[in-house]
Nanobody
Framework: QVQLVESGGGLVQPGGSLSLSCAASGFMYRIYAMDWYRQTPGKQRELVATITSAGTTNYVDSVKGRFTISRDNAKNTLDLQMNSLKPEDTAVYYC?????????WGKGTLVTVSS
């Protein structure tokens, strides 16, 4: 059974940092690309960052230079380090993977950037 469980969300002031983590289980994690998405009320879920099985990364323009996605294939974990956070980064952040034609999502973790 595939499971993706996010942790690390919370309240942070503008300019601050926060680190998210996703624990993956139930599939051969190391061979699949993984992503972080985010969603705010009334908007579509947005792809934030992707990392391939080989470690190649890609980011949406709005977070380039501020966010870093990484993975530990030995621990089956996916991380997102978020620096210089802005109020517009406020959202529920989701861990995502797609394998065998099926999308899998975690339940999400809320990040609030506010003074």
């Amino acid at each position: 059974q595939v499971q993706l469980v996010e942790s690390g969300g919370g309240l942070v002031q503008p300019g601050g940092s926060l680190s998210l983590s996703c624990a993956a289980s139930g599939f051969m994690y190391r061979i699949y690309a993984m992503d972080w998405y985010r969603q705010t009320p009334g908007k579509q879920r947005e792809l934030v960052a992707t990392i391939t099985s080989a470690g190649t990364t890609n980011y949406v323009d709005s977070v380039k230079g501020r966010f870093t996605i990484s993975r530990d294939n030995a621990k089956n974990t996916l991380d997102l380090q978020m620096n210089s956070l802005k109020p517009e980064d406020t959202a529920v952040y989701y861990c995502h993977g797609r394998f065998d034609g099926t999308d899998y999502w975690g339940k999400g973790t809320l990040v609030t950037v506010s003074s």
